[in-house]
């Protein structure tokens, strides 16, 4: 039987951790949550196993990263995939990137496999490659990376502090782009064993 597949929406919602918000006031948690779910839909379709660390806009109870790495390592999981959306300073960053953690060399190919796929299927993209210095925001939600058995990475979707990327990150079609890059991407993965 195939292994899971671990999707997760980073953060929990508007009550507790709404993630980055963009200048339009949308929410990082609701973006990561709907790419998400798009993910999971075209996974379904390919009768690939697959099960969300959350499917709710705003999860109630807690936004406990351990539970999520749990999730993943009850499943022994043959991957994890963390959704978010980036947030800078500056207005006018632009991008996404995916994000390893060292020590977890299993998750590089699966990164790989994914950045090939953003190139071939969002050419126009910028896609910041292997950002080793984050910030604290950033190492903390390494810990799913770090945490989860299976290889895992962490995709940022886009700038939400960007006007234009925030609107972008809220449209169907790009939503479904993004979703469809990481399909691609993992499934060519899994079939490279
Ligand atoms: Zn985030």
């Given at each position: ?159 939400i502090s960007n006007p234009e990327e925030e609107a972008l990150l809220a449209t169907d079609a790009y939503q479904q782009q993004v979703a469809q890059v990481i399909i691609d991407g993992l499934v060519a993965w899994l079939k490279e064993g």
């Amino acid at each position: 039987m195939a292994k899971m597949i671990i999707i997760d929406p980073g953060h929990a919602g508007p009550t507790k951790d709404p993630g980055a918000v963009g200048p339009g006031g949308t929410f990082e948690s609701d973006r990561a949550l709907e790419i998400g779910l798009k993910v999971k839909a075209g996974l379904m379709r390919l009768n690939i196993p697959v099960t969300m660390t959350r499917e709710m806009y705003d999860q109630p109870v807690t936004d406990d990263l351990s539970y999520r790495t749990d999730l993943a390592n009850n499943y022994a999981a043959a991957a994890f995939i963390s959704i978010h959306c980036n947030a800078a300073e500056s207005p006018t960053a632009v991008g996404c990137e995916i994000w390893t953690t060292p020590g977890q060399t299993g998750a590089d190919s699966l990164a790989e496999a994914v950045l090939g796929e953003f190139e071939k299927q969002m050419p126009g993209l910028y896609l910041r490659k292997d950002t080793s210095d984050g910030d604290g925001d950033k190492e903390a939600r390494f810990y799913v990376l770090k945490y989860t058995d299976a290889p895992a990475i962490l995709i940022e979707t886009g700038f939400i502090s960007n006007p234009e990327e925030e609107a972008l990150l809220a449209t169907d079609a790009y939503q479904q782009q993004v979703a469809q890059v990481i399909i691609d991407g993992l499934v060519a993965w899994l079939k490279e064993g």
